[in-house]
T-cell receptor, first 112, second 113 residues
Framework: GENVEQHPSTLSVQEGDSAVIKCTYSDSASNYFPWYKQELGKGPQLIIDIRSNVGEKKDQRIAVTLNKTAKHFSLHITETQPEDSAVYFC???????????FGRGTSLIVHP | DVKVTQSSRYLVKRTGEKVFLECVQD?????MFWYRQDPGLGLRLIYFSYDVKMKEKGDIPEGYSVSREKKERFSLILESASTNQTSMYLC????????????FGNGTRLTVT
């Protein structure tokens, strides 16, 4: 089955800095890669996703890049703000079952 | 907006009790999921359902069962709760047309003593 590795497990940045979270996947048939943000006391919420026919996608301060050859994808957050502090999860799915496999999560801390 | 509602925010149960965790979604989604979230282990899939009356085992189904009698409701059952089932449980739903995002509830934190 699919295996998703996510790094780092914890990321601490100063407000205004950029943050990058990386994930690798094992199944070359995977073709959908969402990112979720989980704030304290809440369930994860989709913030951005990318499909395998696209190399990069942006939405204001966040962007996701995908390298299918290397089987990795990354979340980029620019001009970080304290409200970006949360746990971020990557996931990968495809290959027929469409059941997502999640990374173990990254705790992002943005210091004011 | 899709709303996924988990009936309890916190639950405390005793070892050996039968426990029901309820989840309801309001968007007529075909697919529903139960995940378990533990520190350092991420989200692990317990069971999922493609549609009413259907259920499939996920990665960690041992000690759990599920029920989906109506499209909007997906219940997770712990037949005989044990302390190692103390965890955060997350329900999610998704439209059933292939790869699409999950919509999560806010979770039920279950403590088994």
């Amino acid at each position: 089955g699919e295996n998703v590795e996510q790094h780092p497990s914890t990321l601490s940045v100063q407000e205004g800095d950029s943050a990058v979270i990386k994930c690798t996947y094992s199944d070359s048939a995977s073709n959908y890669f969402p990112w979720y943000k989980q704030e304290l006391g809440k369930g994860p919420q989709l913030i951005i996703d990318i499909r395998s026919n696209v190399g990069e996608k942006k939405d204001q301060r966040i962007a996701v890049t995908l390298n299918k050859t290397a089987k990795h994808f990354s979340l980029h957050i620019t001009e970080t703000q304290p409200e970006d502090s949360a746990v971020y999860f990557c996931a990968a799915s495809g290959g027929g079952s469409y059941i997502p496999t999640f990374g173990r999560g990254t705790s992002l801390i943005v210091h004011p | 907006d899709v709303k996924v509602t988990q009936s309890s925010r916190y639950l405390v149960k005793r070892t050996g009790e039968k426990v029901f965790l309820e989840c309801v979604q309001d968007m007529d989604h075909e697919n529903m999921f139960w995940y378990r979230q533990d520190p350092g282990l991420g989200l692990r899939l317990i069971y999922f359902s493609y549609d009413v009356k259907m259920k499939e085992k996920g990665d960690i189904p041992e000690g759990y069962s599920v029920s989906r009698e109506k499209k909007e409701r997906f219940s997770l059952i712990l037949e005989s709760a044990s302390t190692n089932q103390t965890s955060m449980y997350l329900c999610a739903s998704r439209i059933g047309t292939g790869n699409s995002p999950l919509h999560f509830g806010n979770g039920t934190r279950l403590t088994v003593t």
